[in-house]
């Protein structure tokens, strides 16, 4: 595992200073970091490696399927096609100067973008390896795991044991599948986003919202009477304050799922940014003498980034658990609803 | 802001892929592997208190055998002691029952002896009276022979015989 890491950063570093390099004009090293950090509709491996995915629009009820490589010409250069062109990051309906037109009402995105087809990959992943596991446990009853088993068998525990069954209490088994799936979707599309070549999916403010939404809606389908008493009537407090508590309670549904959503995004997010701002030193310096600085930093920073990787998905994943045991949780005394994300 | 605003399209394959992948994990990833691990758990916690379980029973056999073993030992010394006794008894009887019958024994043959003895004195003595018998008719004929000894043993008689 340890040399598998040794090897990951080694990629990065190559890989990040080849997407770096200074195409004719100035750097501008903001510019090459959003597009790093951001979606595209083609997935940029390396100069002359270059996977161009389907873009699907739907246009008003129309659907267009058609390779993102229509988009570009041999230069690499951005073109309209079919009425349609990449506009900042967007596809978007051009008229035929190539200018974006004013109505793009109707116009709905659907394509496999970057983000998209990464997503697939890491979904394969936790499919295949956690079907073997799933296999090993069939095969290997009875006994001492063995190989990937004996790897994730103690996170699978540490998942049951410190996260759900510590946060939930006895109801937490039904919580399991949605604990484990988001704890390894999340660690797995880290550690990819860290990959050479791979996507910032977990740092994209779409992939959190999801995430955070189905834990909202966990959560609310969840509460028993205790939980929307605490809402509606918090015990304590006197009527008159009602006007005022209802709504705060109610905003607080949403906070909490919401700071589940920033946390992930921007933490993820900004660890890929500072290791780009570091590589980025090195151009704006335009001095070798920068890259072993960078590079320390960087290294710094990428072992950082794998701890964050880890503590993101633990940490999104210990939340939605305090959340659903806020719901379950059997109020008979004057509570702590208000428990969750007071540390970190 | 572009970054912090959500696309359609990530969000529409986000949540059908991560729902596919919920359901699909759930189904045959999680369910087999938590029940795999409870049972595991399961079987630990019952082979534990198995294992408790027989070294109670091993504990109470062990007293059990002990207590059989204290028990065996006193019967074999009732037994010992009881042989001990039935085999003095014996001896005791059978010297009582040889000295009876020694002292019967002796009994009999000092009966028979004395018997025998008796015997030959009455026979002694019927023969020494016919001997005395003889001799004295031998001694009367002697001397009764001679008229005269006759006459003073007449007068012997006669003198003895007082008249009164």
Known sequence: ?344 | MELVTPGIGLIFWQTITFLIVLFLLSKFAWKPIMGALRDREASIESALSAAEKAKLEIQGLKAENEKLLAEARLERDKILKEASEAGNNLVETAKQKANEEGARMIAQAREAIENEKRAAFTELKNMAATISLEIAEQILRKELSDPKAQQVLAQQYIQEVTLN
């Open chain 1, 1 to 344: 595992m340890k040399r598998l890491f040794v090897l990951l950063f080694s990629f990065l570093t190559i890989s990040a200073a080849a997407e770096a390099p200074v195409e004719g004009g100035e750097f501008k090293p903001g510019d090459m970091i959003m597009h790093h950090i951001a979606d595209d509709y083609n997935w940029h491996f390396a100069d002359g490696a270059t996977l161009y995915l389907p873009v699907i629009l739907l246009d008003n009820g129309s659907l267009n399927v058609f390779s993102s490589r229509n988009f570009y010409n041999d230069n690499h250069e951005l073109v309209p096609y079919n009425g349609y062109k990449v506009d900042h990051g967007h596809i978007s309906r051009v008229d035929a100067a190539g200018q974006p037109l004013a109505d793009q009402s109707g116009l709905l995105d659907f394509s496999i973008t970057k983000n998209v087809a990464s997503l697939f990959l890491s979904v394969a992943l936790l499919l295949i390896i956690f079907f073997t596991i799933a296999g090993r446990y069939k095969s290997n009853q009875g006994k001492a795991p063995t190989g990937i088993q004996s790897f994730f068998e103690p996170i699978i525990i540490f998942v049951r044991d410190e996260i759900a069954k510590g946060n939930i209490g006895p109801k937490y088994e039904r919580y399991m599948p949605y604990l484990l799936t988001v704890f390894f979707f999340i660690w797995f599309n880290n550690l990819l986003g860290l990959m050479p070549g791979g996507t910032n999916l977990t740092g994209n403010i779409a992939v959190t919202l999801v995430l955070a939404t189905i834990t909202l809606l966990i959560t609310v389908f969840s509460g028993n009477k205790g939980y929307w008493k605490h809402i509606f009537a918090t015990p304590g407090v006197p009527v008159w304050l009602s006007p005022i508590m209802i709504p705060v309670e109610l905003i607080g549904i949403i906070t909490k799922p919401f700071s589940l959503m920033i946390r992930l995004f921007a933490n993820i997010t900004a660890g890929h940014i500072i290791v780009l701002s570091l590589f980025s030193l090195i151009f704006i310096f335009q001095h070798i003498a920068v890259a072993p600085i960078s590079v320390a930093f960087a290294i710094f920073m990428f072992f950082l980034e794998l701890l964050v990787a880890l503590l993101q998905a633990y940490i999104f994943t210990l939340l939605s658990a305090m959340y659903f045991g806020g719901a379950v949780e059997e109020h008979d005394h004057v509570g702590d609803l208000g428990h969750g994300d007071g540390h970190h």
